[in-house]
C-alpha cells in the first residue's frame, strides 16, 4: 500500500505527462478537478475515486461543482481522488469522435495509472456513458475483482429542480457511502 505522499508524487507525475502530451504537442485544452472548498480533486489520494466522462466547456465552479463538493465533503470523500476519462476540454460530439481513436487508448492507459496509483477499493461513474466508455476501456474480465464499481447519475445532471438534484445527490452520496464501508481492501 502507498502513503500519501507516494500517491501525491505518482499523480503529479500523471498529471504531467498529460500536460506534455496533450497540452504541450498537441495544443488541446486539459484539466483536471482543482482544490475548492476543502476537497482535495485530482489530487486527492483517499482510496476511492469519482470518475467523470471530460471537462465541461464550462467555468469551474458552477453552482453544480460547489454543490458535489460540499457533498463530499459532508460524506466524508474530501479526500477522494476526483477526475475524468478524458482530461481534454471537449463537447459531448468530441468526445464521442474519439471513441476509437489515439486519445481513447492514451485515456485509458492514463486512467488504468490513477487507479494503480490510489488503489481504490471503490471506483464511482458519474454518469451511464461514463460506465459504457468505462466498460470498454477495461472489459470486466481485465478488472481486478477487489475493485468495487459504482454507477451513479452525473451531478450536473440537468433535468429537474435544483431541490430534486440535491436530494438525489444526497440520497446517491449514502449509497456511495455504505458501499465504500462495506468494500474491502
Same mark, same amino acid.
Given at each position: 500500500?502507498?502513503? +500519501?505522499?507516494? !500517491?501525491?508524487?505518482?499523480? +503529479? ?6 500536460? *506534455?502530451?496533450?497540452? !504541450? ?7 483536471? $478537478? ?12 483517499? *482510496? ?21 463538493? =460540499? ?17 481534454? #476540454? ?6 464521442? *469522435?474519439?471513441?476509437?481513436?489515439? %486519445?481513447?487508448?492514451?485515456?485509458? +492507459?492514463?486512467? !488504468? ?7 481504490? =477499493? ?11 466508455? $468505462?466498460? +470498454? ?7 481486478? *475483482? ?11 445532471? #440537468?433535468?429537474?429542480?435544483?431541490? %430534486?438534484? =440535491? =436530494?438525489?445527490? #444526497? ?13 474491502? !481492501?
Amino acid at each position: 500500500m502507498k502513503t +500519501k505522499d507516494q !500517491k501525491t508524487k505518482k499523480l +503529479k507525475a500523471i498529471r504531467s505527462i498529460v500536460i *506534455d502530451q496533450f497540452y !504541450k504537442e498537441g495544443w488541446k485544452e486539459v484539466w483536471f $478537478y482543482p482544490p475548492h472548498d476543502g476537497v482535495d480533486g485530482y489530487m486527492g489520494t483517499q *482510496d476511492i475515486i469519482f470518475v467523470g466522462l471530460n471537462p465541461a466547456t464550462a467555468n469551474f465552479p458552477s453552482w453544480h461543482d460547489k454543490m458535489y463538493y =460540499r457533498n463530499l465533503k459532508t460524506f466524508g470523500f474530501k479526500n477522494a481522488h476526483i477526475t475524468d476519462l478524458f482530461k481534454v #476540454r471537449a463537447t459531448n460530439q468530441e468526445v464521442k *469522435d474519439k471513441m476509437s481513436g489515439w %486519445d481513447f487508448k492514451e485515456a485509458g +492507459k492514463i486512467l !488504468k495509472s490513477e487507479i494503480e496509483t490510489i488503489e481504490p =477499493r471503490l471506483i464511482v461513474l458519474l454518469g451511464k456513458s461514463v460506465e459504457e466508455i $468505462y466498460c +470498454k476501456m477495461f472489459p470486466p474480465k481485465e478488472v481486478k *475483482d477487489t475493485i468495487k464499481v459504482l454507477t451513479t447519475k452525473h451531478y450536473a445532471y #440537468r433535468y429537474g429542480s435544483k431541490k %430534486d438534484l =440535491r =436530494r438525489r445527490i #444526497r440520497k446517491e452520496m449514502i449509497i456511495i457511502a455504505d458501499e465504500y464501508k462495506k468494500a474491502s !481492501k
